[in-house]
């Protein structure tokens, strides 16, 4: 008799393409109906938080032109999504959702750490914004953020580059 072992979840990470509309639109509406369900409901608050996505994708890609989209998937679903832009003095992480069911099982953390990676490669630091009482906060602290200024809305968090004798053993 052989004994099973159990592993983690399969966490990876690809390009979206045009088939990921509908879920970047419900990642988005499931993060943001959290927020405003005491301000509207039913089909007000479907029209808000849709001209909402499309007010945010315009913006996204008019102020971070050549940002790498990317879906996060878990056990081959999409389970989220991470937006990084890279410069050449650092990797500004410029959004980062996961799906309400798939939290605590690691997508953020997978998707951080592959960007980690190269931020150390490079050796450039990463930089997130993330908003007031969100609890992510606590994951990237524990990826090696720190709290580097307050914003409206929210802390910016930093986590430098590896020493590069540490990032040529990673």
């Known amino acids: 008799m052989h004994a099973s072992r159990q592993t983690g979840p399969s966490l990876t990470l690809r390009p979206t393409g045009p088939g990921d509309e509908d879920f970047l639109r419900s990642l988005f509406f499931e993060a943001k109906a959290e927020e405003l369900a005491d301000a509207a409901g039913g089909e007000a608050l479907d029209t808000l938080v849709a ?3 499309d007010a945010r994708a315009r913006h996204y890609a008019a102020a971070y032109p050549g940002a790498v989209d990317q879906v996060v998937e878990l056990d081959g679903q999409p389970a989220g999504r991470i937006l990084v832009l890279e410069r ?3 990797l500004l992480v410029v959004d980062l959702g996961v799906r309400a069911a798939a939290r605590g099982r690691g997508v953020a953390s ?3 750490a592959h960007w980690a990676a190269l931020a150390d490669r490079r050796g450039v630091p990463m930089l997130l914004h993330v ?4 609890p992510a906060a606590e994951v990237y602290r524990h ?3 720190t709290e580097v200024g307050v914003d409206q809305g929210g802390l910016v968090m930093r986590r430098p580059a590896a020493r590069n004798d ?3 053993l990673g």
Do not use: K, M, P, W
């Open 51 to 53: 001209l909402q996505y």
């Open 88 to 90: 050449d003095r650092d």
């Open 110 to 112: 997978h998707a951080v």
């Open 131 to 134: 908003s007031f009482g969100n």
């Open 143 to 145: 990826l090696g953020f």
């Open 166 to 168: 540490e990032a040529a």
